[in-house]
């Protein structure tokens, strides 16, 4: 807080010097933290030595007259060389005909984010971090795991926004995040703003050595042809988000660079079964994708960008609100929800409902696909086949489809499981050896 308010003074005098700036906004955040990790099976040990980290990081944003805009990076230097970066964010402005100004937000709401549980572990060196990496590797080493690597990091952290016309907004929160993998082929993790339960602790570390020794198992021949692919949901995340979240950012439908246009929402295109909705809400406690404002000042909350199969709006930042003549969206931040009105079964049952299917851990390369086309061509390299409903054996696959399509299909069926946001999906597209 003390450094924003130093660099808000600073700003002000140099504005009140410098009559071509006009405006400005800063995000400031500094955290403090705690890591140690297990790196083959050694918990503490050379190549994951636990350590206290603290940081300070940023965003600022000058408005200058004429159009000019600057939005450069923060760092803690920023009081000490006050002219020289005042020199190089001047020099380095701008022109943007489309450029915004400061937005003026109502009431921001207020969402749980600090656990004090992980203050203490910070300011006291709770053991706890220690403990569960102990938990994790005696358990997975009888379960019979080879290779255990994993971490554990807690931060405290403090956010300020400022900007010139007086909003100020500080809060608190304390991102934790653990996981452990297995023999090089398989892990899970657990990400929050508060320390994990017994039970989150325990799912991570049973699903970890539970895939990870069927994934162990003696590899099997793949057939070439149609088959079922079987999406967990952490890789129906990745696709989602590939495929589909990405073509709902403004900047690219306004663009043109998206498969939706202004006029897809305008009509309100459909685009997902019609039991499919997608939405995203950063205002649920101790959530990982959860804060109360952007940085822009624009009030979090929850968005439905999807509804009943039908586009209803971009994710929209001040810019390409304005160029769309749409309201501004909180922008989701890793979280979103793909949501059926239908009931959908276990993933378990899923499972033994598949004649001829594979269940899907590991995709290489998702980054490089065409985001607009829905079509995909991918090496699967951990996999296991299922056939009449059991699993025979580790397989390794290149797998073609479309996702976007297989969205539409009856066919493509979503299945539940326990502790997760999204549901795992399953659908039909070809793979080979």
């Given at each position: 807080?003390?450094?924003?308010?130093?660099?808000?003074?600073?700003?002000?005098?140099?504005?009140r010097?410098?009559?071509?700036?006009?405006?400005?906004r800063?995000?400031?955040?500094?955290t403090?933290?705690?890591?140690?990790?297990?790196?083959?099976?050694?918990?503490?040990?050379?190549?994951?030595?636990?350590?206290y980290?603290?940081?300070?990081?940023?965003?600022?944003?000058?408005?200058?007259?004429?159009?000019?805009?600057?939005?450069?990076?923060?760092?803690?230097?920023?009081?000490?060389?006050?002219?020289?970066?005042?020199?190089?964010?001047?020099?380095t402005?701008?022109?943007d005909?489309?450029?915004?100004?400061l937005?003026?937000?109502?009431?921001?709401?207020?969402?749980?984010?600090?656990?004090?549980?992980?203050?203490?572990?910070?300011?006291?060196?709770d053991?706890?971090?220690?403990?569960?990496?102990?938990?994790?590797?005696?358990?997975?080493?009888?379960?019979?795991?080879?290779?255990?690597?994993?971490?554990?990091?807690?931060?405290?952290?403090?956010?300020?926004?400022?900007?010139?016309?007086?909003f100020?907004?500080?809060?608190?929160?304390?991102?934790?995040?653990?996981?452990?993998?297995?023999?090089?082929?398989?892990?899970?993790?657990?990400?929050?703003?508060?320390?994990?339960?017994?039970?989150?602790?325990?799912?991570?570390?049973?699903?970890?050595?539970?895939?990870?020794?069927?994934l162990?198992?003696?590899?099997?021949?793949?057939?070439?042809?149609?088959?079922?692919?079987?999406?967990?949901?952490?890789?129906?995340?990745?696709?989602?988000?590939?495929?589909?979240?990405?073509?709902?950012?403004?900047?690219?439908?306004?663009?043109?660079?998206?498969?939706?246009?202004?006029?897809?929402?305008?009509?309100?295109?459909?685009?997902?079964?019609?039991?499919?909705?997608?939405?995203?809400?950063?205002?649920?406690?101790?959530?990982?994708?959860?804060?109360?404002?952007?940085?822009?000042?624009?009030?979090?909350?929850?968005?439905?960008?999807?509804?009943?199969?039908?586009?209803?709006?971009?994710?929209?930042?001040?810019?390409?609100?304005?160029?769309?003549?749409?309201?501004?969206?909180?922008?989701?931040?890793?979280?979103?929800?793909?949501?059926?009105?239908?009931?959908?079964d276990?993933?378990?049952?899923?499972?033994?409902?598949?004649?001829?299917?594979?269940?899907?851990?590991?995709?290489?390369?998702?980054?490089t696909?065409?985001?607009?086309?829905?079509?995909?061509?991918?090496?699967?390299?951990q996999?296991?086949?299922?056939?009449?409903?059991?699993?025979?054996?580790?397989?390794?696959?290149?797998?073609?489809?479309?996702?976007?399509?297989?969205?539409?299909?009856?066919d493509?069926?979503?299945?539940?499981?326990?502790?997760?946001?999204?549901?795992?999906?399953?659908?039909?597209?070809?793979?080979?050896?």
């Amino acid at each position: 807080m003390e450094l924003a308010t130093g660099l808000a003074e600073r700003l002000n005098d140099y504005a009140r010097q410098h009559q071509e700036l006009t405006a400005w906004r800063i995000d400031l955040y500094e955290t403090r933290g705690f890591e140690t990790g297990i790196k083959n099976n050694r918990i503490g040990g050379p190549y994951s030595a636990p350590g206290y980290k603290r940081s300070i990081s940023g965003e600022i944003y000058l408005i200058w007259a004429g159009q000019k805009f600057t939005s450069a990076k923060l760092d803690s230097r920023v009081l000490d060389d006050f002219s020289e970066y005042m020199d190089i964010w001047k020099a380095t402005a701008y022109y943007d005909p489309d450029g915004v100004g400061l937005y003026k937000p109502g009431s921001i709401p207020k969402v749980d984010l600090f656990d004090e549980s992980v203050k203490k572990i910070i300011d006291h060196q709770d053991p706890l971090p220690f403990r569960l990496l102990e938990q994790g590797l005696q358990q997975l080493s009888h379960r019979g795991i080879q290779k255990i690597d994993g971490k554990v990091r807690c931060y405290d952290g403090s956010r300020v926004i400022m900007n010139s016309e007086g909003f100020v907004l500080a809060y608190s929160q304390t991102p934790v995040d653990f996981f452990f993998e297995a023999n090089d082929c398989y892990g899970e993790s657990y990400g929050e703003k508060r320390w994990p339960s017994e039970a989150e602790i325990k799912r991570v570390i049973e699903n970890t050595g539970y895939i990870a020794s069927l994934l162990a198992k003696e590899s099997v021949k793949l057939p070439s042809g149609k088959i079922q692919l079987l999406f967990p949901p952490g890789i129906f995340e990745s696709f989602l988000g590939q495929f589909l979240l990405t073509n709902l950012y403004g900047s690219l439908v306004v663009n043109r660079q998206s498969c939706f246009t202004l006029s897809d929402f305008k009509d309100e295109r459909l685009v997902l079964r019609e039991d499919l909705s997608l939405e995203a809400n950063t205002l649920l406690p101790y959530r990982a994708m959860s804060y109360p404002c952007t940085s822009e000042g624009v009030a979090g909350g929850s968005v439905l960008f999807i509804d009943k199969g039908k586009l209803k709006t971009p994710i929209l930042s001040l810019k390409y609100a304005k160029k769309a003549s749409l309201s501004p969206t909180p922008m989701p931040s890793g979280g979103f929800f793909l949501k059926s009105s239908r009931s959908i079964d276990t993933w378990e049952k899923l499972i033994k409902q598949t004649e001829h299917g594979m269940i899907v851990y590991s995709i290489l390369g998702l980054h490089t696909q065409d985001t607009s086309s829905g079509h995909f061509s991918l090496t699967a390299d951990q996999c296991l086949l299922v056939e009449r409903g059991e699993i025979v054996g580790k397989v390794k696959a290149v797998i073609n489809g479309d996702f976007l399509k297989a969205l539409l299909q009856e066919d493509s069926r979503l299945a539940f499981l326990e502790g997760e946001d999204n549901p795992g999906f399953s659908f039909w597209a070809s793979a080979s050896e």
